[in-house]
């Protein structure tokens, strides 16, 4: 069974930056066909789609980020970072990493981490 586990700070200034990595197991992130995707919900909002990126390494990016964000990986580790810069307290919620089903561009998943809750306040 895929499992997947956010890890990074809980708690960001405004306009420093956030990283959270996110680490597979049971599955290869690297597998074709598969992408893996940056889930978030603010609080009393609705999910919302960041990214995600594809077995071959390529990204896609939400256009309300204003390009504020960026994807990586490490195959070699199993994991996948998301970048957010210039974080506002509007970028405070529960992050989540997922692997995706259905469009790339979408909330769907199959594997889902458990979440990290992501405070921006100074």
């Known amino acids: 069974q895929v499992q997947l586990q956010e890890s990074g700070p809980g708690l960001v200034k405004p306009s420093q930056s956030l990283s959270l990595t996110c680490t597979v197991s049971?599955?290869?992130?690297?597998?074709?066909?598969?992408?893996w995707k940056w889930i978030r919900q603010p609080p009393g909002k609705g999910l919302e789609w960041m990214g995600a990126?594809?077995?071959?390494?390529?990204?896609f990016y939400s256009p309300s980020l204003k390009s504020r964000a960026s994807i990586s990986r490490d195959t070699s580790k199993n994991q996948f970072t998301l970048q957010l810069s210039s974080v506002t307290p509007e970028d405070t919620a529960v992050y989540y990493c997922?692997?995706?089903?259905?469009?790339?561009?979408?909330?769907?998943?199959?594997?889902r981490g458990q979440g990290t809750q992501v405070t921006v306040s100074s």
């Open positions: 997922a692997r995706g089903t259905g469009g790339i561009v979408s909330t769907d998943y199959d594997y």
């Open positions: 049971g599955g290869s992130i690297a597998a074709t066909l598969k992408y």
């Open positions: 990126i594809t077995a071959s390494g390529t990204t």
